[in-house]
């Protein structure tokens, strides 16, 4: 199977051509030229078009950005051998720019035109990865949290999601509570909103609190789906599950943010539990317990999913919700892992699906990434190597200069 992402023969046959005869571009029809430079990977592009001013302008039309953008998708990665970096790449493996990332913060598993990158010691930037201007936000909390125990030595998480009607984008921060002891104790949430990313640090910009939760969330499970960020349940309740403490919380539950309206949604049961103890599942407790870190939240193009990966039977299921108020959901797809699937893992860290239907896969102790084809049964490995982190970028690199690409 071919490396995605790559760009056939013709067209480069066809671009030598074009680039030889620049100065009669003005004879080139348009839609052909919007046809052969539609084939190039942005790197490449943003090359070729110093060459012909036309090119230039075609090259900037929204319209053609964004069926460039469908057409040669870009992530974004932090590589293990390279955290002072966050590195747009394509699906081949190849990078295509380096941004600064001089703290080495871990990349936040977003799907949007912006990055956001932190750290579990309360620190967080938003990144332009087309300017590479960095918004630096404040470490300060919210008035009301000033003398909370949890900012002592604070261990934080973050989620990034963009607000679709004002076209603001928003943080939500996670403080932990110290060890915990006991179900009583708190996370802290906040909220700061922000315009976009710029050099400078937030300035008058300030964190807001927001009402805790009744349950504890794993706030490194977070996803921004649309403007919803969901988590799964925390660890701990596995514990008391363990401890055989009879409680309502079963490890499929799923606890919902509303970003836009800054106030915590119903908790939401995943399907695990229903078709549990059916012919799919062994019918034990102690595997239904087992559950709990075999199951990864993912953003399948706009809609929730759950992702269940069976390493026993080498299968991974994906569950997609369909109605939040009903808890309705389907199981849309059932991946037979390959060989080539590496064998120590027991879940994914992250998964999303390309406009095309191919589904980007990537395992947290190898930290190798996969790409799917639903059509065709198969994957292809991108690349060698190890990704600590991985996104997908939704904007646009067709306005960057020559040097700044790699």
Same mark, same amino acid.
């Given at each position: 199977? =071919?490396?995605? @992402?790559?760009?056939?023969?013709?067209?480069?046959?066809?671009?030598?051509?074009?680039?030889?005869?620049?100065?009669?571009?003005?004879?080139?029809?348009?839609?052909?030229?919007?046809?052969?430079?539609?084939?190039?990977?942005?790197?490449?592009?943003?090359?070729?078009?110093?060459?012909?001013?036309?090119?230039?302008?075609?090259?900037?039309?929204?319209?053609?950005?964004?069926?460039?953008?469908?057409?040669?998708?870009?992530?974004? =990665?932090?590589?293990?051998?390279?955290?002072?970096?966050?590195?747009?790449?394509?699906?081949?493996?190849?990078?295509?720019?380096?941004?600064?990332?001089?703290? *080495? $913060?871990? +990349?936040?598993?977003?799907?949007?035109?912006?990055?956001?990158?932190?750290?579990? *010691?309360?620190?967080?930037?938003?990144?332009?990865?087309?300017?590479?201007?960095?918004?630096?936000?404040?470490?300060?909390?919210?008035?009301? &949290?000033?003398?909370?125990?949890?900012?002592?030595?604070?261990?934080?998480?973050?989620?990034?999601?963009?607000?679709?009607?004002?076209?603001?984008?928003?943080?939500?921060?996670?403080?932990?509570?110290?060890?915990?002891?006991?179900?009583?104790?708190?996370?802290? /949430?906040?909220?700061?909103?922000?315009?976009?990313?710029?050099?400078?640090?937030?300035?008058?910009?300030?964190?807001?609190?927001?009402?805790? $939760?009744?349950?504890?969330?794993?706030?490194?499970?977070?996803?921004?789906? @649309?403007?919803?960020?969901? /988590?799964?349940? $925390?660890?701990?309740?596995?514990? +008391?599950?363990?401890? @055989?403490?009879?409680?309502?919380?079963?490890?499929?539950?799923?606890?919902?943010?509303?970003?836009?309206?800054?106030?915590?949604?119903?908790?939401?049961?995943?399907?695990?539990?229903?078709?549990?103890?059916?012919?799919?599942?062994?019918? $034990?407790?102690?595997?239904?317990?087992?559950?709990?870190?075999?199951?990864?939240?993912?953003?399948?193009? *706009?809609?929730?999913?759950?992702?269940?990966?069976?390493?026993?039977?080498?299968?991974?299921?994906?569950?997609?919700?369909?109605?939040?108020?009903? *808890?309705?959901?389907?199981?849309?797809?059932?991946?037979?892992?390959?060989?080539? /699937?590496?064998?120590?893992?027991?879940?994914?860290?992250? +998964?999303?699906?390309?406009?095309?239907?191919?589904?980007?896969?990537?395992?947290?102790?190898?930290?190798?990434?996969?790409?799917?084809?639903?059509?065709?049964?198969?994957?292809?490995?991108?690349?060698?190597? &190890?990704?600590?982190?991985?996104?997908?970028?939704?904007?646009?690199?067709?306005?960057?200069?020559?040097?700044?690409?790699?």
């Amino acid at each position: 199977m =071919a490396s995605p @992402g790559t760009s056939s023969p013709p067209a480069t046959r066809s671009t030598r051509r074009l680039a030889a005869g620049a100065s009669n571009a003005g004879v080139v029809p348009a839609d052909v030229l919007f046809d052969v430079l539609l084939r190039l990977p942005a790197k490449e592009l943003c090359r070729l078009r110093a060459v012909c001013r036309a090119w230039r302008s075609l090259t900037v039309d929204p319209l053609f950005a964004s069926a460039h953008a469908a057409r040669h998708p870009l992530l974004l =990665a932090n590589f293990r051998d390279d955290r002072m970096h966050i590195c747009v790449v394509d699906l081949s493996g190849n990078v295509v720019k380096r941004i600064p990332n001089a703290d *080495g $913060h871990r +990349l936040l598993c977003t799907r949007l035109d912006l990055a956001c990158a932190a750290s579990v *010691g309360n620190s967080c930037h938003v990144i332009d990865p087309a300017t590479g201007d960095v918004h630096v936000l404040p470490e300060i909390p919210a008035p009301e &949290h000033l003398n909370r125990e949890n900012l002592r030595e604070p261990y934080t998480s973050f989620a990034f999601g963009r607000i679709a009607t004002t076209g603001e984008y928003k943080v939500l921060r996670i403080f932990e509570p110290p060890p915990i002891t006991g179900i009583n104790e708190q996370q802290l /949430f906040e909220v700061l909103t922000i315009q976009g990313a710029s050099s400078s640090s937030s300035g008058r910009a300030q964190w807001r609190a927001r009402q805790n $939760h009744d349950r504890l969330v794993e706030a490194s499970s977070a996803i921004v789906v @649309g403007e919803v960020v969901y /988590f799964k349940v $925390h660890r701990f309740y596995d514990d +008391l599950i363990l401890c @055989g403490i009879n409680i309502s919380i079963k490890p499929d539950n799923i606890i919902s943010f509303d970003l836009e309206r800054e106030e915590w949604k119903g908790v939401l049961r995943g399907p695990i539990a229903d078709i549990f103890q059916t012919d799919e599942y062994d019918d $034990h407790l102690e595997d239904y317990r087992f559950l709990w870190p075999e199951l990864t939240l993912a953003d399948l193009k *706009g809609s929730l999913s759950l992702v269940h990966y069976r390493k026993s039977r080498r299968i991974m299921d994906l569950w997609v919700l369909k109605d939040f108020d009903t *808890g309705l959901w389907v199981k849309e797809y059932v991946i037979q892992i390959e060989l080539n /699937f590496p064998t120590t893992e027991w879940r994914v860290r992250s +998964l999303f699906m390309l406009e095309d239907g191919r589904i980007v896969i990537h395992f947290p102790k190898t930290g190798l990434l996969f790409i799917y084809d639903l059509r065709t049964n198969t994957s292809v490995q991108m690349g060698r190597r &190890h990704l600590e982190a991985v996104a997908v970028y939704t904007g646009n690199l067709l306005s960057l200069q020559v040097g700044d690409m790699v």
